[in-house]
């Protein structure tokens, strides 16, 4: 017997990169037989060529089995077994692509259509980072941590903060800031182990925690705080040079300190001793010159900086033992250089501080212009202890993110805080308190075996530290700017290669501060950034581990949300003892950038926590409702907006476009939320991904118009099904709509829409089945835009009792610009002229208790009847009531030939009625007694509100129509209002 064959259904499949692909096709002599399904065919019945569509091959099991030299007998029954589950097969290239990796590979999992597919033999290649490229908690997180940690400030500003503040306040200090920072550091560690990282470091992490316009603000703070710490390491690195060599000094300071002695005999002499000093001027030219080097450096590309940074280490940790040695060892000169080596004495007299005024270069002199305290010092030393976040701005290098960082990043916070606990008792017990505010190189003065190792020492490491932060600060700018949340940064994207325009603009600003040339003027702005992003880390563990969401599953598990909480309010104590002025200056700009990326911003959906936190809240809120009905005083309008119920409206016009308009006039000062509701006729398996489309451009013009509101589409056999099906599910709780508001189908005759009148009807019935509210808005072509202004008067028509919800639309309408210069008149209906004045007073009174300001007209049914000033109106109404009449008397004739035909009863609308002509003859006249004296007195009105009468039980629905035509007959703009069971206004407080 031959063997089957399978021809593909389609000449040649297109894979989603373009690539035209042929169909694999086995012919006979291939080498794939179906010997598994021969042997299961009886051998009389002749095998037919099998037609599969290319769409239901298995090809990915095809496949593999052709390249791994397996019989066809094993493809086909694995098809036949897993053919029921489709094609997504769980594999590694599907993995992948759900971790976000990069892959590249000619191979789908499953060849559906719309996906990125494409065919080829062979197991699919998947394009893997090379692992020697990844950095370990080694060299990936702990080495650049350390690094920054134990930068310029331990070697040149350390041992002066000691001698100023004391071991006893100098151990608190250490302790004050490492605790910021070990807290911080926990909750680094949980949000990093939460997740996949990618570049931008803390940016990244508190964007996808607490939103776009909070991760744009505090990383762009964070940006500049990285930029100018360059600008601070680059002054420390020529600080350094310039003491080490004096000669290289352009323009040399000197400053006279005036001591007092006292020799042995009791006398006091003064001792005048001159200090020289590196210039301000020195400083800024030397400042400018390194940092455009580094720049250059930094432009030559991230791989050569990675492979020299390491290297940097060297030195300092050869420098950390011989300042170490050098203190244990002893002096190495006589007692009068101030260095007395390790001795209880000197740690006695150095245990309390010593605050005093310095100049700018921080040499004491009691009419310095600078007075230190503990606050100054927290501000000054607080950039000793950051650095922290440096391990995760490589997240992208490392091989695992949630295992390096938490590891690595607590390991430098801990050891470095342990080496500043001990440096300050060792240094407080190393020299007099002389010698350690006047020498500001004392580290290398007490080094072993000489300074010179400590100056090199200084120069690398802060010059390695700069290398970081003019390589860090740039691309955490590409990172916000690559984001596209902000359009102001599209220049600094790089989403391929080097940031060289960020790189640029990081050098500007270093620059800048270089010019600024003093390092104690800089240290507190860097403080206030860093802090910044610290604050905004620990928020955003607070609020993912208060909320505990299904997603937040980090695998850190030593945290908890009140210590981040305790860390954030570390952080803002912090600012504001560092300084009020400066803290403020940081949170304004702050809040400038949320508030500029919130308006001109693009909208970025990251799942961040306040999206979680108004969730919960919503819940919570939703549950505290309950199901009782809302009192009067708490009551706000939820319209249900149908957007296009009758007729069509130009392509790619998802809503008329003033349904918005009279939307926001439901709301006050904008307040509340609107549903925007359109019904498609059809199949909804068929017309799913058609809602789904239609659902986002109406939502697109619901902000385009700024209506506070969301776009539901319904997919259903008839509008009648879908609005009834609306009126019953839409909405949770009390936040379900309560008022429903439709355009009034004006066309229906024009455009000889004869469905459309039951449909009107039908909706009309299943909202007062509901218990809904109507609002039936007749003219919203006229009705005015936002800021065309409205003159005249607001007329009520207030026939029937509605709970109030006609007098609470009209007032709503005043608080709209456009209504604000219009008044109110109140139209009532009184049987008999007796009862007038009486029914005046109470509505009156009713008004004025409301808290409303409205004119009341009582017109009677005998002046309604005898009014002369209605006799014009009521012959300008007289041709369409007579039209009325005779299209009904029309439409009745044809159903009582149609019955008596069919032998049934009077059918209208599926149903039966029954028609009491006398009874229509009565509505018409309503109607047209109605309709006229609207005409007469509201012909001016900006717009008019009148109750909407409930459709006549056992009525055709075409009767109906006649009705309303006639009520609206010439009436250029009104609202057509029927209140539900329920009182929506109260006289109380």
């Given amino acids: ?11 040649e499949m297109s ?38 569509p290319s769409k239901s091959v298995n090809l990915p099991n095809t496949i593999e089995g052709l390249s791994h030299g397996h019989d066809g007998s094993n493809n086909v029954q694995r098809e036949s077994k897993l053919e029921l589950f489709g094609f997504d097969f769980v594999n590694r290239l599907g993995l992948k692509r759900m971790t976000g ?37 080694m060299m990936g997180v702990f080495v650049p941590c350390f690094q920054n940690i134990l930068g310029i400030i331990y070697y040149i500003r350390f041992t002066w903060i000691v001698g100023m503040a004391g071991i006893g306040e100098g151990l608190l200090l250490v302790a004050f800031c490492g605790s910021c920072t070990f807290l911080t550091t926990i909750s680094l560690s949980a949000i990093a182990t939460n997740g996949a990282m990618k570049g931008g470091g803390p940016y990244y992490l508190i964007g996808r925690s607490l939103g776009p316009e909070v991760g744009v603000s505090i990383g762009l703070c ?129 245990w ?25 010092l927290v501000g000054l030393f607080f950039p000793a202890v950051t650095g922290i976040m440096a391990g995760s701005n490589r997240s992208a290098s490392l091989k695992d993110t949630q295992r390096s960082i938490p590891i690595g990043t607590l390991s430098a916070t801990v050891l470095t805080s342990f080496l500043y606990f001990i440096s300050v008792i060792l240094f407080g017990s190393l020299a007099t308190r002389e010698e350690l505010l006047t020498n500001r190189l004392l580290t290398a003065a007490v080094a072993w075996p000489f300074p010179a190792i400590i100056y090199a020492g200084i120069v690398l490491s802060t010059l390695g530290a700069a290398l970081q932060s003019l390589t860090g600060a740039p691309r955490l700018l590409a990172a916000i700017a690559n984001d596209d949340i902000l359009p102001v940064l599209k220049y600094f994207m790089a989403t391929e290669g ?21 390092l104690d003027m800089i240290t507190p702005t860097i403080t206030m950034f860093f802090l910044l992003c610290y604050a905004g880390v620990n928020l955003s563990s607070f609020l993912l581990d208060l909320l505990d969401a299904p997603s937040w599953r980090p695998r850190w598990k030593f945290h908890h949300w009140s210590l981040s909480l305790l860390g954030a309010s570390l952080c803002i104590v912090i600012m504001f003892l560092i300084s009020w002025s400066f803290t403020v200056v940081s949170l304004a700009l702050a809040s400038l950038i949320y508030y ?162 039951s449909t009107f009807v039908s909706i009309i019935n299943d909202c007062i089945t509901a218990n809904k509210a109507v609002v039936i808005v007749k003219g919203l072509d006229e009705w005015p835009g936002e800021y065309q202004r409205q003159f005249g008067t607001i007329d009520l028509y207030w026939i029937v009792r509605d709970g109030g919800l006609m007098l609470l639309l009209s007032q709503l309408l005043l608080t709209k610009e456009s209504f604000e210069g219009c008044k109110i008149q109140v139209f009532c209906i009184a049987e008999e002229d007796t009862e007038a004045e009486v029914l005046m007073a109470d509505v009156k009174k009713f008004l004025y208790d409301l808290r409303m300001q409205a004119e009341v007209i009582v017109i009677t049914m005998k002046s309604w009847e005898l009014d002369a000033n209605n006799a014009g109106q009521q012959d300008e109404s007289m041709e369409a009531f007579t039209g009325a009449q005779r299209r009904i008397a029309k439409y009745l004739s044809e159903m009582k030939e149609t019955a008596k035909s069919e032998g049934k009863p009077l059918m209208a609308d599926g149903k039966p009625v029954i028609v009491n002509e006398q009874q229509v003859d009565k509505f018409l006249y309503t109607t047209l007694k109605l309709n ?29 129509m006649e009705y309303m035509d006639l009520l609206v007959e010439n009436v250029p703009r009104m609202l057509i209002v029927r209140g539900y069971r329920r009182d929506v206004v109260t006289l109380f407080t």
């Fill in 222 to 350: 964070f940006f500049l705080g990285n930029a100018i710490a360059g600008a601070m390491y680059v002054l420390g690195a020529v600080e350094t040079f310039l003491d080490a060599v004096p000669a290289a000094g352009l323009f040399r300071e000197t400053v006279t300190l005036i001591t007092n002695s006292t020799a042995a005999d009791g006398t006091i002499t003064e001792v005048m001793t001159t200090i020289s000093t590196p210039s301000l001027r020195d400083l800024q030219v030397y400042g400018v010159i390194v940092t455009i080097l580094l720049c250059f450096v930094v432009f030559g590309g991230v791989k050569m900086i990675n492979r020299v940074a390491p290297a940097f280490l060297i030195p300092v940790l050869f420098s950390l033992s011989c300042i170490f040695i050098g203190a244990l060892s002893g002096p190495r000169s006589d007692d009068s250089s101030g260095i007395t080596g390790l001795r209880l004495k000197t740690f006695k007299e150095n």
């Fill in 1 to 11: 017997m031959g063997n089957g064959e399978i021809e593909s259904a389609d000449d």
């Fill in 101 to 137: 990796e990069h892959v590249q590979t000619p191979t789908p999992s499953c060849p559906r259509d719309g996906e990125d597919i494409s065919i080829a033999l062979g197991s699919p290649k998947v394009l893997l980072p090379v692992a020697s490229s990844k950095l370990g908690t």
């Fill in 932 to 960: 006229s004296t609207i005409l007469g007195y509201s012909r001016m009105a900006a717009v008019v509100l009148v109750s909407l009468p409930p459709p006549p039980l056992n009525h055709p629905a075409y009767f109906y």
């Fill in 498 to 518: 080097e940031p060289h325009l960020a790189t640029l603009f990081t050098a500007c600003v270093c620059i800048s501060c270089v010019i600024i040339g003093n």
């Fill in 596 to 757: 500029y990326v919130s308006k001109k911003g693009k909208a970025g959906d990251w799942g961040d926590g306040f999206k979680s936190a108004y969730f919960q809240l919503a819940l919570r809120s939703l549950r505290s409702l309950g199901a009782n009905q809302v009192h009067p005083k708490n009551w706000y309008p939820i319209p249900l907006i149908f957007c296009r119920p009758w007729g069509k409206l130009p392509e790619n016009v998802p809503c008329h476009p003033k349904l918005a308009d009279f939307a926001n006039c439901m709301k006050k000062k904008g307040r509340g939320m609107s549903i925007f509701v359109s019904i498609i006729d059809g199949d909804y398996h068929e017309l799913a991904e058609d809602a789904k489309v239609m659902s986002r451009q109406l939502s697109t013009y619901i902000n385009y118009k700024r209506c506070e509101g969301v776009a539901e589409i319904i997919v259903a056999p008839t509008m009648s099904d879908g609005f009834r099906g609306i009126v019953q599910t839409m909405g949770l709780g009390n936040l379900k709509p309560n008022i429903i508001v439709m355009r009034y189908p004006e066309i229906w005759r024009r455009e000889n829409l004869f469905q459309i009148p």
């Fill in 352 to 376: 309390s501080s010593d605050y005093q005024f310095t100049t700018n270069a921080g040499i004491p002199d009691p009419e310095g212009p600078i007075y230190w305290n503990f606050n100054a």
């Fill in 15 to 52: 894979s989603s990169d373009g690539q035209n692909h042929r169909p694999m096709v086995s012919h006979e002599g291939s080498g794939v037989q179906m010997r598994s399904m021969e042997s299961r065919l009886s051998p009389e019945i002749p095998l037919k060529p099998i037609r599969v």
